[in-house]
Nanobody, 121 residues
Framework: QVQLVESGGGLVQAGGTLRLSCAAS????????MGWYRQAPGKQRELVAT???????NYADSVKGRFTISRDNVKNTVYLQMNSLKPEDTAVYYC???????????????WGQGTQVTVSS
């Protein structure tokens, strides 16, 4: 089993910043892709950003230039630095981690519990 614990959400004014963290723990052998997704009320969950084990990143067009994803491979943690926040960034943010688990190197994909980000205008 692999567990994810998210932190860092909250309420912020437009133009403000927040930093989300997501720590993975459990029977982890290796982690490949780590990412952040979000779901606003009445909308489908959408990709925000992903980062591969070698560090290559991918961003949704709506957050390019404002959000930065990073990871600490020693701590098995992924971060999302969110700058210049807009009201339309309001959503529940979920981290997602994929890799291989001990003891049999089985592939896993886990979701965090979600953290609320609210941006007021």
């Amino acid at each position: 089993q692999v567990q994810l614990v998210e932190s860092g959400g909250g309420l912020v004014q437009a133009g403000g910043t927040l930093r989300l963290s997501c720590a993975a723990s459990g029977r982890i052998f290796s982690i490949n892709v780590m990412g952040w997704y979000r779901q606003a009320p009445g909308k489908q969950r959408e990709l925000v950003a992903t980062i591969a084990s070698a560090g290559s990143t991918n961003y949704a067009d709506s957050v390019k230039g404002r959000f930065t994803i990073s990871r600490d491979n020693v701590k098995n943690t992924v971060y999302l630095q969110m700058n210049s926040l807009k009201p339309e960034d309001t959503a529940v943010y979920y981290c997602n981690v994929g890799g291989r688990a001990r003891p049999n190197y089985t592939i896993f994909g886990s979701w965090g519990q979600g953290t609320q980000v609210t941006v007021s205008s």
